[in-house]
């Protein structure tokens, strides 16, 4: 994964790499989400991080190492 083309508006795919997320994906099947906000967000420390959103009422912030390219917006 490039993570400098993941870019606000594009679609990724929410990656099994911690319990959260395979929950997220085995559970509720959310699978793939839009990413809203790149930035350095405290719960992080400051590292680099995505704002991702699955619908109006599920968003959470994810590192790179969490997340695929699936659509970039440029193809939507």
């Known amino acids: 994964m490039n993570i400098e083309k993941i870019k606000v508006g594009d679609i990724v795919e929410l990656?099994?790499?911690n319990q959260r997320n395979r929950q997220l994906r085995s559970q509720e099947k959310k699978y793939y989400w839009k990413v809203l906000e790149i930035?350095?967000?405290?719960c992080y420390f400051g590292k680099l991080a995505y704002l991702?959103?699955?619908d109006t009422n599920h968003s959470r912030w994810v590192l790179p190492e969490d997340i695929a390219i699936k659509i970039?917006?440029?193809s939507l």
């Open 15 to 17: 990656l099994g790499t």
């Open 39 to 42: 930035g350095t967000p405290q």
């Open 52 to 54: 991702i959103e699955f």
């Open 72 to 74: 970039y917006k440029e």
